[in-house]
């Protein structure tokens, strides 16, 4: 069975920071670019940050490019997102995704998803 577990979510003030971490078990995570995507409340789910099976190529979302840091361990089959400078406009439920042939990052291009961690940014 493919499981992705995301964990992390919670509660942070306007400027704080926050991290998330993916734990990904039944595949083998170097084999698979790893995305975070984003739906806040009222909104369409978003592509927020992604990551190359290797690590050594990653994307970001114009909204969040500069605050926003994606990395991976595959060793411990672990994708994280560190969220800094958060602001009330990133409340949104946080989905990690697993896609073995990645050609945009969109949804349609994920095999794999967790269920999703919620971050709630107060003002």
């Known amino acids: 069975q493919v499981q992705l577990v995301e964990s992390g979510g919670g509660l942070v003030q306007a400027g704080g920071s926050l991290r998330l971490s993916c734990a990904a078990s039944g595949l083998t995570l170097g084999n698979y670019g790893m995305g975070w995507f984003r739906q806040g409340p009222g909104k369409e789910r978003e592509f927020a940050a992604g990551i190359n099976w290797s690590g050594d190529a990653t994307y970001y979302a114009d909204s969040v490019k500069g605050r926003f840091t994606i990395s991976r361990d595959n060793a411990k089959n672990t994708v994280y997102l560190q969220m800094g400078s958060l602001n009330p406009e990133d409340t949104a439920i946080y989905y990690c995704?697993?896609?073995?042939?990645?050609?945009?990052?969109?949804?349609?291009?994920?095999?794999?998803w967790g269920k999703g961690t919620l971050v709630t940014v107060s003002s």
């Open positions: 995704a697993a896609g073995h042939s990645i050609g945009r990052w969109t949804g349609s291009s994920m095999n794999y």
